[in-house]
Structure formats: structure tokens, C-alpha cells
């Protein structure tokens, strides 16, 4: 447990970039160096992250932590990876943020964003080997690119899923490594029964103004709705609290939660000890806690059977159409948010172009490629 806690605390500290670098982070150190389980099981968590509400990259942390040591290694696992986050925020959120002002911290976290424009990068390209070795795989791979980059949206990244898994029972399926129909699989129902348990207490705490169990109503709700992750959160979040605080201190929130390393999903740690003045700790405890659980509930249904279910003839097919979509995720990603908000100039390409090379030629440690880029933001910025 302890492992599993440092390795994904270590990886708190330094996944900056978004959900998109956070799946990279995770292949890199899990799949790549550590060799905790392979791409295609990888692979899978990626998938049912995808059809599941809730924090994307965290969900995926959270099935590999329950992979290597079952739900004390989740939690772990959840812990480490969130922890570096909620603390920056819950800190940003009690004091002053003006030195977040200062020339060198600009700078350093625009060196960590190109950061983020390799690593994605890598991962894409890791996983188009991957899972793309079909034309129609990389046709649909296309597909899914082109049309998030032309239509943003999260019913565009609902469809094109759905459409992936369609495609993937008809033309993906034969040829898979796939075990028999008659494999028991056995899902667990006390968590799904938890999770509805949960969805009702909020119809019921929702309108007691001014207590905790509002908090955790609202945030609940946010979690258990939010398909996608990352950003997707932000109008769900506004909608739902944006009344209770002022709209400059909700975009400073969600700006922070885009400058701290770790999950977008963190910024209800902001608003929580906002909402909670009376004990920001508790209150950011609660909001952080709800927006979490929703999506990790409903990993734990069908998580122990997830591989097994995965290789399931027409589950296969679709699991293989949904991968194939999910590097076009990836690849459009690349373009919006992570190559838009990092890359601005000639020198920052440069920067990008230098460090996908090192990794690509001396497969340095991620550690110290995160030092050198926030090292030469930093430089860049104050001369």
C-alpha cells in the first residue's frame, strides 16, 4: 500500500496538463517503467473510464491502484495522486494568491505545459501503435479526431464513443484473444446499490441551505453527472454552486485548479472551503470527497470483472472500437487544450520539439524532464 501511495503521491506532484497528460503520466510509469500490467489491460481501464461519470484520469489511477492491491490500493492510489492538489488549492483558497504573479512561477508553469505537449504526445503515439494496427481502427481513430476538434463538446465525445463501440462489435471483433460466453462474470450490486442510495440523499439535502449536507449534495450530483472529466466539469460546477460564490472567485478557482498539477476535479477542494467559511478544512473535505466517490462507485460494480468481461466476443469488439477512439481522444486533446494554451511562440515549439526528442532518443526519468522544463520556464521568463 505504501508503494502504490508514494508512486501516485510522486505523480500528484508533477502531472500537470490535464487528463490527457495524466493517462500519459500513467502509461509511462505504470506501463512502461514499472511494468504494474500491460497496454491491453491499460487499455481497458482507459475504456471503462470513458463510459463512466466522473474524474477520467483518476479513475484510471484508481483502477490500477485496485489492480495491484484491491480497494486499500484504490484508495491509495486516490490518495497520493489527489492529495499534492487539494492541499495547493485548499492553501490558494485560505490565502493570498498574489504571488502566483511572479515572473519565475508564470514561467515555470508555462515550461510545464509544454511539458504536457510532449507527454501527450508520447502517449498518443504509444497507444496508436497500440490499438490501431487495423485500417478501420485507424480510420475510426481519424474519425474521432476530426470531429472533436471541429465539434468540442461532451455530446460529440458521448456519440462518437457510442458510435466507436458500434463499430468495433462489426468490424473489430474477429480475430480478437477472447474467452467463452460462458465465463461466469459477477458484478458487484452493493456498490451500484450505493451509489443510487447516494443519488437519492441528495434530492433531500439539496435544498438545506447553509449546511454540509448541501455541500456534499451538490458536489455529488456534479460527479454523477459529468461524462468526460477534466474541463467538462467546469459548466455543471456553475450551474450548480455558482450562485454561492461571486463569478470572479469561481474563474480564479478554476484557473488555480489548471495551474496545480493533479485533477481538474480538485478545483470543489477551492470551492468547498469557499462555501465552508466557518471550517474551510471540513468544508473542502466534504466537496472533494463528493465529487469523487460518484464516478469510483461505479468503477467498483464492475471493476473486478472488467478484463474478463472486456475480452467477451462482442465486448471485445467494442472495447476495441472504444481504444481506437480513445487515441483519437487523445490526439485531439493534443491540439485543444494542451498544444493551444502551451505552444504561443517559435521558442516554445522548439522547446517541444527538443524535449520529444530526449525522451524519444535517452528515455529520461519523467522526474527530470519535469525539472528541466520548469527550470528553463523559469529562466526564460525572468530574462
Known amino acids: 500500500m505504501w508503494q502504490i501511495f508514494t508512486r501516485f503521491l510522486a505523480l500528484g506532484f508533477i502531472s500537470f496538463g490535464g487528463p490527457a497528460a495524466h493517462i500519459g503520466y500513467f502509461r509511462q510509469t505504470f506501463v512502461n517503467d514499472l511494468n504494474w500490467l500491460d497496454d491491453k489491460r491499460y487499455g481497458s481501464f482507459v475504456a471503462l473510464s470513458q463510459f463512466m461519470p466522473g474524474p477520467g484520469s483518476s479513475q484510471v489511477g484508481f483502477a490500477i491502484g485496485y489492480h495491484r492491491g484491491g480497494l486499500a490500493g484504490a484508495i491509495a492510489a486516490f490518495v497520493g495522486f489527489t492529495l499534492p492538489s487539494f492541499i495547493l488549492l485548499f492553501l490558494l483558497a485560505v490565502t493570498s494568491a498574489q504571488w502566483l504573479e511572479a515572473d519565475a512561477v508564470v514561467g515555470m508553469i508555462h515550461g510545464l505545459k509544454l511539458l504536457a505537449v510532449v507527454v501527450v504526445a508520447d502517449a498518443t503515439l504509444g497507444m496508436f501503435s497500440q490499438f490501431c494496427q487495423r485500417k478501420t481502427a485507424r480510420m475510426m481513430m481519424v ?168 475480452e467477451r466476443p462482442a465486448i471485445s469488439g467494442a472495447i476495441a472500437g472504444v481504444n481506437a477512439a480513445v487515441v483519437g481522444l487523445l490526439l485531439a486533446a493534443l491540439y485543444n487544450p494542451v498544444f493551444t494554451s502551451a505552444v504561443v511562440e517559435p521558442s516554445d515549439m522548439a522547446l517541444v520539439f527538443l524535449g520529444f526528442s530526449l525522451l524519444k532518443i535517452f528515455k529520461p526519468n519523467i522526474v527530470i524532464l519535469v525539472a528541466g522544463f520548469a527550470a528553463t520556464g523559469a529562466l526564460l521568463a525572468v530574462f
Request: hydrophobic residues 55%; glycine residues 10%; contains cysteine.
Open 143 to 310: 474519425t474521432t479526431a476530426v470531429c472533436l476538434i471541429l465539434f468540442p463538446a461532451m455530446l460529440t465525445q458521448i456519440m462518437v464513443l457510442l458510435v466507436a463501440a458500434i463499430l468495433g462489435v462489426v468490424f473489430l471483433t474477429r480475430g480478437e484473444n477472447i474467452t467463452p460466453d460462458n465465463q461466469p462474470i459477477k458484478l458487484n450490486y452493493g456498490w451500484l446499490a450505493l451509489f443510487i442510495i447516494g443519488i437519492l440523499s441528495t434530492f433531500y439535502f439539496i435544498n438545506q441551505t447553509g449546511t454540509l449536507g448541501q455541500i456534499f449534495a451538490q458536489f455529488f450530483q456534479v460527479g454523477s453527472l459529468v461524462f468526460g472529466g477534466g474541463h467538462v466539469v467546469l459548466p455543471l460546477l456553475e450551474a450548480n454552486v455558482g450562485e454561492m460564490v461571486s463569478p470572479d472567485r469561481f474563474l480564479t478557482g478554476y484557473a488555480l485548479a489548471q495551474a496545480v498539477p493533479g485533477p481538474m476535479f480538485t478545483l470543489a477542494t477551492f470551492l468547498g472551503a469557499d462555501l465552508w467559511l466557518e471550517n474551510p478544512l471540513l468544508g473542502a473535505l466534504v466537496a472533494t470527497f463528493a465529487i469523487f466517490v460518484p464516478g469510483f462507485l461505479l468503477m467498483l460494480v464492475g471493476l473486478k470483472s472488467w478484463h474478463a468481461l472486456s
